[in-house]
């Protein structure tokens, strides 16, 4: 499985942003999904993902109600749309894909073999 994440870029505080990821080799309609970003200087976290079980997203507390998860299976496409964007969203933004992930671990970083190679959100103050 191979990841491809793009739309990063600079954008100022209250501002929108949507950053997508491509999927390609080995995938599934059935994977495991999910958006995590790393700061400068801090640990990846957590942002948004889809069990691949499920049919609702789930978001971490800090960028619910401002961004959106959506993924489209025919194109093998996901998307983030971050709306009203803070100085503190400011990260490299990596996608994610597991086969095995269960519910209680879509948040966790082990949980996922496949990964993007990030794309660079910048939110200006």
């Known amino acids: 499985v191979q990841l491809q994440a793009s739309g990063g870029g600079l954008v100022q505080t209250g501002g929108s942003l949507r950053v997508s990821c491509a999927a390609s080799?080995?995938?599934?309609?059935?994977?495991?999904m999910a958006w995590f970003r790393q700061a400068p200087g801090k640990e990846r976290e957590f942002v948004a993902g889809?069990?691949?079980?499920?049919?609702?997203?789930s978001y971490s507390d800090s960028v619910k109600g401002r961004f959106t998860i959506s993924r489209d299976n025919a194109r093998k496409m996901m998307s983030l749309q971050m709306n009203n964007l803070k100085p503190e969203d400011t990260a490299v933004y990596y996608c994610?894909?597991?086969?095995?992930?269960?519910?209680?671990?879509?948040?966790?970083?082990?949980?996922?073999?496949?990964w993007g190679q990030g794309t660079l959100v910048t939110v200006s103050s």
């Open positions: 994610a894909a597991s086969r095995t992930a269960i519910l209680s671990t879509v948040p966790l970083i082990n949980s996922y073999p496949y």
């Open positions: 080799g080995r995938t599934s309609s059935t994977d495991t």
């Open positions: 889809f069990h691949r079980n499920s049919g609702r997203p």
